[in-house]
């Protein structure tokens, strides 16, 4: 079954840390661009970052730029999102995706909750 699973979400006090993954199974990450969203209560989703599949460029939105990394592992067919510096607007829902416009993504998965509160 080809799929995404997101991992690593959580509560966090502001200003910690936490590292989501995203798992791929049936399939192999190194050929796609994948995209981390998120999506908060009450408001649309959005995009977050994004890696190439071919020179490993990537993309920040304002928001998280700075403060949020993101990495492949093509080895271990997992991406990653390292987020420093938490705030409580980073609270949401994570998703990951094989595309980098949550427009062209067809479905998504379960998606990882990450809470920032103290």
């Known amino acids: 079954q080809v799929q995404l699973v997101e991992s690593g979400g959580g509560l966090v006090q502001p200003g910690g840390s936490l590292r989501l993954s995203c798992a791929a199974s049936g399939f192999t990450l190194d050929y796609y661009a994948i995209g981390w969203f998120r999506q908060a209560p009450g408001k649309e989703r959005e995009g977050v970052s994004c890696?190439?599949?071919?020179?490993?460029?990537?993309y920040y939105a304002d928001s998280v730029k700075g403060r949020f990394t993101i990495s492949r592992d093509n080895a271990k067919n997992t991406v990653y999102l390292q987020m420093n510096k938490l705030k409580p607007e980073d609270t949401a829902v994570y998703y990951c995706?094989?595309?980098?416009?949550?427009?062209?993504?067809?479905?998504w998965g379960q998606g990882t909750q990450v809470i920032v509160s103290s």
């Open positions: 995706a094989t595309d980098c416009t949550a427009e062209m993504v067809d479905s």
């Open positions: 890696i190439s599949s071919s020179d490993g460029s990537t």
